[in-house]
């Protein structure tokens, strides 16, 4: 069983910081992936950031370059989303995907509950 849990989301008022963090706990073989992603109301869910766990890639959306960065701790099987100088148009419900092998070498994708996240002006 493997369970993603997220936390770090609230209310800041614009240019304000954030740091979001999804853990992850369970039996897997590996981690292939770990992203975030975001749904504004009215709006299709769009990638965030998205760290390759092996092959070294870090992709971010065109928006958030420059304010957000991914991270991670693998010791604790956790990721993070540091939100630097937020926008009103950062609102958003804010999920954590990780593509996981499982230790019967089947690839999962598993998505957090998500956690608002609300930038006043």
């Known amino acids: 069983q493997v369970q993603l849990v997220e936390s770090g989301g609230g209310l800041v008022q614009a240019g304000g910081s954030l740091r979001l963090s999804c853990a992850v706990s369970?039996?897997?073989?590996?981690?292939?992936?770990m992203g975030w992603y975001r749904q504004a109301p009215g709006k299709q869910r769009e990638s965030v950031a998205v760290?390759?766990?092996?092959?070294?890639?870090?992709n971010y959306a065109d928006s958030v370059k420059g304010r957000f960065a991914i991270s991670r701790d693998n010791a604790k099987n956790t990721v993070y989303l540091q939100m630097n100088s937020l926008k009103p148009a950062d609102t958003a419900v804010y999920y954590c995907?990780?593509?996981?092998?499982?230790?019967?070498?089947?690839?999962?994708?598993?998505w957090g509950q998500g956690t608002q996240v609300t930038v006043s002006s």
């Open positions: 760290s390759i766990s092996n092959g070294g890639s870090i």
């Open positions: 369970g039996s897997i073989f590996s981690i292939n992936t």
């Open positions: 995907q990780v593509v996981v092998t499982t230790i019967s070498r089947v690839r999962v994708t598993y």
